[in-house]
């Protein structure tokens, strides 16, 4: 009996394998090569080792990527990690990107665009080295910076804004707030009138005429009245809406992105239909199913966290399905830089969601037909559902 | 070795499975059919599924009900739905009703009678439904409104809500506070003076005539010092007091429905001895552990959530226990409106305990013997002391 | 070939047993015998246990040291805590004492010398019974109270508390902050100015005379800018900082001493190069670990929470391993009055870690020789690096 139910098991994480996956929330890769340092700069959260704290691969994502990586390089599973990326630098970036993105098992990439520090692969490079469609997600608080940048007057920031967001929604796939990063999540619900954002481009006008005054560049966005603007214009365009949500670098407050912090603008967002997309989570995961519980129009992943936490993304998915349903999950990598995140986190996510599935299935908690349902809901047909990628396909 | 241990945990489990339950949070159910909508509708904390996340069905308790509940309405388990409900409506409320209440192997249940919206089930039918005795918990904030409502007058007032509620203690085993839903449960500790309760009651009749002003109805109670004057009220009637935390419906603030948050309050009361009962608590389950554990008269459950999380409540209700001394966890389940909330939570609830003892006993972690003295305690003996039921029987 | 993995695993456990560890953070034990009631006041972090909750000893950490602790004092594992306690008596408290320091398998211990409200045993004697070395930690707080103490006046109190620092950090090899006891973690990065500092010494004199005419001791030290030049004074001696974060007894507000409330502080303590080692973290562990991989001098432990959790503690370390670079991680019990804490904390770590290893290895996370080196790192080597111990040990 247990004998039939784990060779039955075994049957869905093999069809896991072979599950193609929408990356709904991703970022472009290095089209460059990396030293050591370099490299170890792009794998977490932070911007570089110390010699305090030892090497970045000793971490679960460096084992992850030491176990599963290599082998799409040629190499044996777990090498050090000069040997990793000794082979990584004479196969060249374009190799190892190919290798990665062909690799991840992607059926549609939807890219935001809005953070290039320094010159990534585009959403169509992207697509192609994925054999999957490649779309844009629009980063508000980047088209809004551009505006100012452009030297556009403060008072007609708010309609340029709104303008240039409706050209860009005739392509792009949806629009994301990085508000979390900059005034945190404690965003009030009301839509902001004409006079309170005229005020407020006023205020970020003054800023970057000091910025100017004093020799740095324009001013980032960090104003609640702001980003509240930006989030009702997308709702505007009929934009699904993604949030960053805690987990990221060391700009963030983790707290104050919690995602129970939405609440009042969640409430105010829900009468419109309008898809919000709780982005990362991590480690408010099971705050976030709550959300996705409780409000119609809310959907969540575990990217960023996934690829990050290594063999401990089982648990941690787990954790995300208890309250959400089914049908307001998604699957993304969050992959910015190393073309290995994409790999990493849809490998990573099948193996949870299949080993998640699984022991339901060993269980009886539900059936065979009902888990390989459920596995093609959160792979990909909640995100074709609120993107509506399939008319964007066309 | 191995194999005794695990003969050994299996007869745990077998006997939890008869063991019977206090259940000192529940409310009543529903004596009407359903359709599907609102069947869905009672599911779940949302009031309704939306054709953008599909049917609420896909989630945790979706498929906890169709496995567990579907036998006992005479179906194979893993039924579809459509088949469960139409059987469901075939049998009828009342005969579905009876079934579950029965087959829940309760010993006795603490009914918050405050909250009804449409008719319910008294603790006196759901008592007789489930061969156990009913007992009745007063919900504070509806006792108040009810007295605002009844026209007394503001000076009045929190004499009167005093007068009723001690008549009510003669019958009523505890009261209640949603505070979580209305403030937060950030509430100062201090006991509110005289004075301060006659400006708050003020306040309440300015909003209450501005209301009937308005046209609409009398004001919901939503201020900081009358939930802790109907606190301190419970403290000087004996009541132990019960605390919605966390998780909840869409009207919740959950970050501000942390258990920690109550800290300054339990400080003050814990010198009255007044048994201080922390309901739900997911996702703070850790959180309301620690309280249990440092506070002395501190106690914590599970509810909501162990139907809620579906197959993960044995994975939920081990945080609870890690700090939670095992004399303060008690079982309930917040059943509302569906019979097939008390049988999902006491079922669900049963094999996650039994899971967790059987587990230490397979690691030997306690003996057998304690595991079914911890058994008891949790399943029932620590109820019957908080809320003297034995005394309550008579 | 499962065979051979579980093989392969047990010998890691095996291992885990006689591997040593440095105790980075722990307190002095009694040296006096106690009565059950006493002994049951320093099991937990709640003074004493009360009728209305039961027995202390019906908790994790109660079975736990009925398992564990039992046969270190010759009796059978699992005897009732009376058997226990009266072995424990007979045994009297310095053998007691020498019988758990010595089978904890200790390479070192830094002992946090500032809270004594009755005699401990001193570092040195702690170092004897463990045959490790004894390394002093300073509790910031009570040095400044020792100097408010001592009638400095307000003016020359910064200078006094400079100046007593740097003779202790001569051979004390960190301080620790308490800052989340007294006004929570959220702290100002600016290091404060003299004339801030000058300010709150005079604020903190008046305090003191208020305190004196009306009968009390000196105050306690609760005051954000104190805190924080108490946090600066350390960084400028170059020690290593321990900060209290979350779980301790119900003096503390748990969700302001969230590890994530200290970003602002340890933006600008990054670029000192000050290590900084957060403390407990339970039930804030993956924030804690966050903060361990996102900023380069943070390390984080799981003490107190390890030997209360009992047989959880697996569970909860795994989580803190999800984000933390395994550079970043040290142990810690945190024993405090009980010689069994020493011995519990290092038990349960050891097995949790070794655990979590294992469950690596099995799955081919990472390989055997990877696991024994992170092994040494978390146990030992990360804490000689943060704390340059092996030149404190000449």
């Known amino acids: 009996m247990m004998g039939d139910m784990r060779q039955e098991t075994a049957d869905i994480l093999q069809e896991m394998d072979i599950l193609r996956l929408v990356d709904h929330h991703c970022h472009g890769v290095l089209p460059r090569d990396l030293g050591r340092s370099d490299f170890e700069g792009f794998l977490t959260e932070v911007a570089a080792p110390s ?21 799409v390089l040629d190499l044996e599973a777990h090498v050090s990690p000069d040997e990793y990326l000794a082979r990584r630098a004479a196969l060249g970036a374009a190799e190892v990107n190919r290798r990665f993105l062909a690799a991840s098992g992607l059926d549609g990439l939807c890219v935001d665009t809005g953070y290039t ?12 080295l994925a054999g999957a469609q490649g779309h844009e997600i629009v980063r508000l608080e980047d088209l809004a910076e551009k505006v100012l940048a452009d030297g556009v007057s403060a008072s007609a ?59 740095s560049g324009p ?34 407050d983790l707290h104050r992105a919690d995602p129970a912090r939405l609440a009042p603008l969640l409430r105010e967002l ?6 919000v997309l709780l982005l990362h989570n991590y480690p408010y995961q099971r705050h976030a199913g709550y959300l996705a519980q409780v409000f119609k ?33 998604l699957f993304a990598s969050d992959a910015y830089g190393l073309a290995e995140h994409y790999y990493l986190g849809a490998l990573l996510f099948r193996r949870s969601l299949g080993r998640f599935l699984d022991e339901g299935v060993a269980e009886g908690a539900w059936t065979r037909s009902d888990a390989a349902r459920v596995a093609h809901l959160i792979a990909s047909e909640n995100a074709r559902r609120v993107y509506k990628l399939d008319d964007a396909d066309q």
């Open 219 to 252: 001013p980032r966005i960090a104003d609640e009245t702001l980003h509240r603007f930006l989030i009702w214009s997308a709702v505007d365009c009929e934009m699904p809406i993604q949030f960053h949500i805690a987990y990221g670098d060391s700009d963030v």
């Open 297 to 329: 129009n809310v959907f969540v992943d575990l990217s960023l966290a996934t690829h990050n936490v290594g063999h401990r993304a089982p648990a941690v998915l787990a954790e995300l399905l208890e309250l959400a349903p089914f049908g307001k999950v």
């Open 51 to 71: 010699p305090l704290g030892g090497t970045l691969f000793d971490s679960q994502i460096g084992f992850a990527l030491r176990r599963w990586c290599a082998p």
């Open 157 to 215: 920031l708010p309609g340029e804004v709104r303008s240039r967001l409706a050209v860009r929604a005739e392509h792009a796939v949806g629009a994301k707030s990085i508000a979390a990063y900059r005034v945190g999540l404690e965003l009030s619900g009301e839509r902001p009138s004409a006079q309170e954002v005229k005020t407020a481009a006023e205020r970020l006008y003054r800023q970057a005429e000091r910025a100017l005054a004093g020799g």
């Open 117 to 128: 520090p320094e010159p990534l692969l585009e959403p169509a490079e992207l697509g192609e």
């Open 270 to 275: 829900e009468p419109t239909n309008t898809p």
